[in-house]
């Protein structure tokens, strides 16, 4: 293989593309990761800043303890593990390729929100990945067009990434959504976005989303922290309590107070 002498990591990504290299590249930086490439199209993303796919379909509760593990003992191969996993039942063909599709996007915006550093390559190692993989250059413009979207809703995407938000004060319209009443139980004032992908097995770009989409609503309130260089929040200053997204008023029902936060373990977390 040609020595690459890339720019940056997309290049470096679009010249192993070129070269239908297999191998990993690791990447340093905060928060940094590792991509596993084979013919040069990435089919894996592991980074501190996203869940993986085993982390999905564990944390959501998709597949059990027990099970992964039994599936892991008698498949110790990484690299048929997903096949192991369908054959078992477990989940089904075309979810599993979708998972780990999505985490390899979700990675990839995950290691952008950060400072990256040098990288190295090296061997291919044995891993759980999609298949067949994702084209660099997709890759990257997917990455572009979540941060520009994050961008024209909120504001800069790494800002974003370190609120921790609040409960807010806002009512529900009728019955809450499971996905953002499972968000409002992770909700402490502590954890951040990627705290809270982690605890439900969701995408960290998904909850992104919907904490934008909560605060709107004055679900959820948050001060942006004040060690981001001094710049004023580029957020939108919403009124908790109303509701100022746009689209159709909501069918009439009841309205009720924001269901409290249950403790971990309360209730089982969907997806």
Known sequence: MRAPHPRNLPALLVRLH?????????V???????????????GAVETPGAPTAASVLLASGRIGDDDWLAACAA????DLLGERLVADGLVGAAELEVVCTAVVFDGAFAMSLGALGNWELSDREPGFVARPGVEPRQLT???????????????????????????????VEGPLSRRHEDILNQ???RRTARDI?????RGLYAVMLDLIRMRTLGFLRWEVPGALDGRPSTAARVTPGRTTAPGPPPAPSRTEPLPRR???GGEKGGK
Do not use: K, M
Not at 18 to 26: C, K, L
Not at 149 to 169: E, F, I, Q, Y
């Open 141 to 171: 413009d997917e990455t572009t067009r979540r941060i520009a979207r994050l961008g024209s809703l909120w504001g800069p995407a790494s800002d974003l990434a370190r609120v921790r938000p609040v409960p807010g004060t806002g009512v």
């Open 197 to 201: 992908a982690f605890a439900l097995g």
């Open 262 to 264: 249950v403790p971990r």
């Open 187 to 189: 909700v402490n004032g």
């Open 75 to 78: 498949q110790r191969d990484e």
């Open 18 to 26: 070129e070269d239908e290299f297999s191998g990993t590249v690791r």
């Open 28 to 42: 340093a930086g905060t928060p940094g990761g590792t991509l596993h490439l084979r013919d040069g199209l990435v």
